[in-house]
């Protein structure tokens, strides 16, 4: 991660005032992929890319945010922000401020320098780490806290109703309320959380295919609509099935024939996915690592088989990890079509691991990819939370 005093160094000489210093992480997905707009089970770590978010006030009445990564910056005034997404990656910042302003909070004038190391359609949650730091830092500057699953709810929100991507709420979730050396088992119907330990010897390696994926893409949006399918015709016989969460295996064998084969295959993951999100929480909590890399496994088939939503590159990094030493587990984590794999790792075993596998998928592929020995970290926090 960029070192913040460079941040508030590059903030301070351009906008001439000392900055508040703020940090939200991105995520890797260990299990439990599409099932957080079902109600269902997530078990996410916060990892070690985030943005880092410098804030000042200003006396010229205007919010001026400012994209390091791409020299960028945007001038509103503060008391007629916008409310409709252009596209741009000012979308995100804006989006929080449109919610938070909604939500009765007064947006003063405002200088926002972001940061940030996530890379950008991976399936590391770029965008929620974006989000979770604009809103904790202007939160920060205007003095109000409010509690981390509501956090994740409100820049959820700014994603969904502003940027106009239909997500569900791990990324946010787990952006603000991580914490480090811990995956985090949420329950998306009622955000109750259990943190559970990673175990000290082992490492997150996260594999990047380089194929970009995208919330907003066509292939999100339709997975979506077929678990929202299934459910429904489900729920015309056990009407209290609101969310797939609500349904089982066996609802499927009593009434699959009369969904389309395309969704049955789609609620079937799901369905699944609950259930092995579940168990791999309790095996990582009582140290079966065996059990927790048979889960993911099984997973990744579900995802790539029934949910269809792999990728060539994909399922060949998840196969090219299953013979080198070390190996826990491995699956692709996130949204789908793309991104990274997760790899659980022997500790000790990581770097040659990760050499090996870079160097197997690039003869496979020809496509070089990024390879990072991650750890699980702390959800967003304040580096420092007060001015000069
Ligand atoms: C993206 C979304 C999440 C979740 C995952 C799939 O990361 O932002 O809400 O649906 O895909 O598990």
């Given at each position: 991660m960029k070192d913040p005093e460079i941040l508030r160094a590059q903030h301070r000489e351009r906008y001439h005032a000392d900055p508040l210093l703020f940090a939200a992480p991105g995520r890797v997905n260990l299990i439990g992929e599409h099932t957080d707009y079902a109600e269902g089970f997530v078990m996410p770590a916060a990892i070690d890319f985030a943005t880092l978010a410098a804030i000042s006030p200003r006396s010229d009445g205007q919010v001026v945010l400012y994209a390091e990564n791409f020299g960028e910056e945007r001038a509103y005034t503060a008391s007629s922000l916008p409310n409709t997404a252009t596209g741009h990656w000012s979308d995100y910042p804006l989006g929080v401020l449109a919610i938070l302003a909604g939500e009765g909070y007064t947006i003063p004038p405002l200088s926002l320098s972001l940061w940030g190391d996530v890379p950008l359609g991976s399936g590391l949650s770029s965008s929620a780490s974006v989000e979770v730091a604009t809103a904790t830092a202007v939160l920060g500057l205007i003095g109000a806290t409010i509690p981390g699953p509501r956090l994740a709810r409100l820049c959820q929100r700014a994603e969904n109703e502003f940027v106009g991507a239909n997500c569900g709420i791990m990324d946010q979730f787990i952006s603000a309320n991580g914490q480090a050396d811990h995956a985090l088992l949420l329950d998306c119907r009622d955000l109750s959380f259990q943190l559970v330990p990673i175990p000290t010897d082992v490492a997150l390696v996260i594999a990047n295919t380089m194929v970009k994926h995208s919330v907003a893409g066509a292939g999100y949006t339709s997975r979506r609509a077929s678990v929202e399918e299934a459910c429904a015709i489900l729920a015309t016989h056990r009407p209290e099935i609101k969310f797939l969460r609500d349904a089982t295996v066996a609802d499927l064998a009593a009434w699959?024939?009369?969904?389309?084969p395309e969704s049955l295959k789609r609620a079937r993951h799901v369905i699944t996915e609950n259930d092995r999100t579940v168990a791999a929480a309790a095996a990582l909590n009582s140290g079966d690592l065996k059990t927790l890399g048979r889960l993911m496994h099984e997973a990744h088939v579900s995802y790539s088989q029934d949910f269809e939503a792999s990728c060539v590159e994909a399922d060949t990094m998840v196969d090219l990890a299953q013979n080198l030493p070390g190996l826990l587990g491995a699956r692709l984590t996130g949204g789908g079509f793309g991104g990274c794999t997760i790899n659980l790792v022997e500790k000790d075993k990581a770097s040659a691991f990760a050499a090996s596998l870079g160097r197997l998928y690039q003869q496979a592929t020809g496509i070089t990819p990024e390879i990072h020995i991650c750890h699980a970290s702390d959800g967003a926090h304040a580096i420092s939370s007060r001015l000069a």
């Open positions: 699959g024939h009369e969904i389309p």
